[in-house]
């Protein structure tokens, strides 16, 4: 069944980027989703399934969080605020930080991590008149708000807190009892210096802007920070009360190269503090409300279900499209050695999540290609720049690297050369997330006006220098595979991602009806490129260099993950992942949290649905947060988020044309439920697992593309259309069928003879489990 369709409940602008792509992404996938029957049998509304596992997932504290990785978050995409204790008054003051990311510095003579990096604004404390004894707090994923009461010896803060969705605006409520009601805000301006100053040494000439300058300006006051290359950032506030409450109102502006940041935060904050907070809420809420009704999953274990839910408010929290691609901190900046975003595995993993769990409007990977792809071709050498593109290890919102060095921002580099660093594939790895959403949309104008133009300049780079070996075969020169170390010839990093562009730039102009000159070339490579080099171990990081330590990243092994040009077909195939994934993760040492989301994808590729929980069971015991966030030497956002997708993986693929149901679910997982969970080929899946059996599939089309199912429903099954009349289907073997489905047709695969109740439920856990957050001892 299908519903009409309705707007994107978002009411940001989308910036338009090119032709019709701004249009484009607004329309892909933002259809109201698939009717879901949320009737029980009887015809009464049950409660609604949505609000239960929400809440269900809601963080609590019971305990002071003492750091940014234990405390509650919020967000829209631009303004972020974690809260926590201050550092070294825990008992006299709470900190609410104020971090923007669209705030940065503007010296790329300084490069990407110094000189265009992101900058620290500053927070606010909470200051109570008597110390902290306790607190009751509770993160509201479904409402994307923080409530509770802070208790002092004097009385007691009863809190709400929310950033504002549209508004962009940080609103804190506090209602205090008689003995609190001297409770005060004060606002501490952050230095304006690169974080990465912290951990590294400052580059020749470079030093911190000057000091933010605090003044009233009637009944707002604000901090203007000048920078020294022109512009400057605001955080303007005000507080007002409405009888016994006084609720604060905070926004941060920026502008460059002018000065137009102070008028504009004086003016939304005047704006927003017209209104009590229960009125500015209203809005904010209906979006969080829309938000989380674009899909649905259950499964029976609490903890993975409860941090699934927690990763999409943190997702929305942290993306929109028309915010800047997430820098590793998403727009929380906490003390870090990499203050902007990066490009070799980062922002990848970042935004894999919002294709399955249809959210294609927090797509901003597609929209910066896109609107910046000028600034990617002058990030080449100047010889390639006609016809070539690429993108650096690390770059500002707006794609820029600036000056390259170790120190202050990694360059594109040339192959066979080092310095600097020869790292080559990051362009077209970050294109291979424009495909997903793509496939996930079948969206023409995606292909035809970002991904299409885009990759055939960046594999236009790798041409340059492929190289005819005596034995015949295609070779690169030496380049590096990140982070190993080493530049290797043949680096299975780059390899890898050259056989995917070419692949899809062939598949595109054939969809596109383009008749390309440098087509021969692209089949020439496919037909010639010399072999992954492989060892007794596996996949080689390349021909020089062998994979022969702990190492992280799966840079070496994209051709399985996620590009599935490597899939098992062959039982020797099969044999070569098992075994280089074996060998990757069997060094410990240098391992980190998303070298166990990328093996559990992996594993969930070979079917292997309790391998990949275990892999998902070492990433939650050893390196997620109380609050689910992550860190390495500062904070790193895609790691938490990209084990979200390790779940999708285990739930459905759509890789290579066939749509898999419930392919590598562990024994304990008999029951599970999926609603409107996208698909490559624009298709909106709704399943249910009971007793360990696959009960029902529904698909519903949005484009028309053909459609393969791996249902996994044991025995004859019946197909019907969304009026419940049987539909005529090509049975493929193996539980798979081949549907017709048109533009808007849906279908519901059944066991013969069965009539299931299609009622979106949540499941029973197996077990309870303790709540994300710091949960009372």
């Known amino acids: 069944?299908?519903?009409?369709?309705?707007?994107?409940?978002?009411?940001?602008?989308?910036?338009?980027?090119?032709?019709?792509?701004?249009?484009?992404?607004?329309?892909?996938?933002?259809?109201?989703?698939?009717?879901?029957?949320?009737?029980?049998?009887?015809?009464?509304?049950?409660?609604?399934?949505?609000?239960?596992?929400?809440?269900?997932?809601?963080?609590?504290?019971?305990?002071?969080?003492?750091?940014?990785?234990?405390?509650?978050f919020l967000g829209n995409g631009f303004l972020g605020s974690g809260v926590y204790a201050e550092p070294g008054a825990a008992s006299t003051a709470v900190r609410f930080n104020v971090q923007h990311s669209e705030v940065q510095d503007h010296r790329p003579e300084f490069g990407s991590l110094f000189g265009l990096a992101r900058l620290p604004i500053g927070y606010f404390t909470l200051e109570p008149v008597g110390a902290i004894t306790g607190l009751d707090w509770r993160l509201s994923l479904r409402e994307a708000e923080l409530t509770g009461t802070l208790t002092t010896e004097k009385g007691t803060l009863a809190l709400r807190a929310l950033v504002h969705n549209d508004r962009s605006v940080l609103a804190v409520d506090v209602t205090p009892s008689d003995g609190e009601r001297d409770f005060r805000w004060v606002f501490h301006p952050a230095d304006a210096i690169s974080p990465r100053a912290a951990f590294k040494p400052l580059p020749d000439g470079y030093a911190g802007n000057p000091p933010a300058e605090v003044s009233a300006h009637g009944d707002v006051t604000a901090a203007v920070q000048p920078l020294l290359a022109g512009g400057q950032h605001v955080t303007a506030w005000r507080e007002r009360t409405w009888g016994r409450t006084r609720t604060l109102y905070v926004h941060v502006a920026h502008s460059y190269p002018g000065t137009t940041a102070l008028g504009r935060a004086l003016r939304s904050v005047r704006a927003a503090a017209a209104l009590p907070y229960s009125a500015l809420a209203v809005a904010h809420r209906a979006w969080w409300h829309a938000y989380y009704r674009r899909s649905f999953l259950s499964l029976p274990d609490a903890r993975i279900q409860r941090f699934y839910w927690i990763q999409l408010y943190k997702t929305a929290s942290a993306a929109r499209r028309d915010a800047p691609v997430m820098a590793t901190c998403g727009p929380w900046l906490e003390p870090t050695p990499w203050p902007n975003t990066w490009w070799n595995l980062n922002a990848q993993l970042e935004y894999w999540l919002i294709h399955g769990s249809n959210h294609l409007e927090l797509d901003a990977i597609t929209r910066a290609l896109s609107e910046f792809?000028?600034?990617?071709?002058?990030?080449?050498?100047?010889?390639?720049?006609?016809?070539?593109?690429?993108?650096?290890?690390?770059?500002?919102?707006?794609?820029?690297?600036?000056?390259?060095?170790?120190?202050?921002?990694?360059?594109?580099?040339?192959?066979?050369?080092?310095?600097?660093?020869?790292?080559?594939?990051?362009?077209?790895?970050?294109?291979?997330?424009?495909?997903?959403?793509?496939?996930?949309?079948?969206?023409?104008?995606?292909?035809r006006d970002v991904l299409f133009p885009l990759l055939r300049k960046a594999v236009s780079y790798y041409l340059?220098?492929?190289?005819?070996?005596?034995?015949?075969?295609?070779?690169?020169?030496?380049?590096?595979?990140?982070?190993?170390?080493?530049?290797?010839?043949?680096?299975?990093?780059?390899?890898?991602?050259?056989?995917?562009?070419?692949?899809?730039?062939?598949?595109?102009?054939?969809?596109?009806?383009?008749?390309?000159?440098?087509?021969?070339?692209?089949?020439?490579?496919?037909?010639?490129?010399?072999?992954?080099?492989?060892?007794?171990n596996g996949f080689m990081i390349g021909a020089d260099i062998p994979f022969a330590k702990s190492h992280r990243h799966y840079s070496h092994l994209l051709a399985v993950y996620p590009l599935y040009e490597v899939t098992g077909r062959t039982p020797e195939e099969r044999s070569l992942i098992e075994k280089s994934l074996a060998h990757w993760v069997g060094f410990e040492g240098a391992l980190q949290g998303y070298t166990f989301t990328g093996a559990a994808s992996m594993s969930a590729l070979l079917g292997k649905g309790e391998d990949a929980l275990r892999y998902l069971g070492e990433l939650m015991t050893r390196f997620i947060q109380p609050n689910t966030m992550y860190q390495e030497s500062g904070p790193v956002i895609e790691t938490p988020l990209s084990a979200a997708q390790s779940l999708h993986d285990m739930v459905c693929q759509s890789w290579g044309g066939v749509i898999r149901v419930f392919p590598a679910l562990p024994a304990a997982w008999a029951d599970l439920e999926v609603h409107d969970f996208r698909t490559q080929g624009a298709f909106l899946l709704g399943a249910r697992r009971q007793g360990g059996s696959t009960r029902w599939v529904r698909l519903v089309s949005e484009a028309g593309a053909p459609c393969v199912v791996r249902h996994g429903i044991t025995g004859p099954v019946d197909v019907r259309d969304g009026r419940g009349r049987p539909m005529r289907y090509s049975d493929a073997g193996d539980g798979t069928v081949e549907l017709g489905l048109r533009k808007g047709d849906s279908a519901l695969i059944t066991a013969r003879g069965d009539r299931p109740d299609l009622t979106v439920t949540p499941v029973r856990p197996n077990a309870d489990a303790p709540r994300w957050g710091l949960p009372g001892a």
């Open 1 to 72: 069944m299908s519903c009409p369709s309705a707007p994107d409940p978002s009411r940001r602008a989308v910036l338009a980027t090119g032709s019709a792509l701004g249009g484009a992404l607004l329309t892909s996938g933002l259809a109201t989703p698939a009717a879901a029957d949320v009737r029980s049998s009887a015809g009464s509304l049950p409660a609604d399934p949505w609000r239960t596992v929400l809440e269900d997932a809601d963080l609590v504290w019971q305990r002071m969080p003492t750091t940014w990785s234990e405390g509650p």
């Open 373 to 447: 792809r000028d600034n990617l071709a002058k990030e080449v050498p100047t010889p390639y720049r006609a016809d070539s593109l690429g993108i650096p290890r690390t770059t500002d919102p707006h794609l820029v690297n600036g000056a390259a060095s170790a120190l202050m921002g990694y360059g594109v580099g040339i192959p066979g050369q080092d310095p600097p660093t020869p790292e080559v594939g990051n362009l077209t790895w970050a294109l291979h997330n424009v495909w997903l959403s793509y496939r996930h949309t079948m969206d023409e104008r995606i292909l």
């Open 464 to 536: 340059h220098f492929l190289e005819t070996g005596p034995d015949g075969r295609l070779h690169l020169p030496a380049t590096f595979s990140p982070e190993y170390g080493g530049d290797s010839r043949d680096c299975n990093y780059d390899l890898m991602l050259l056989t995917w562009g070419c692949r899809t730039l062939l598949e595109s102009v054939e969809l596109l009806g383009i008749d390309d000159a440098s087509a021969p070339r692209w089949r020439e490579v496919l037909a010639r490129r010399v072999p992954y080099p492989t060892d007794a």
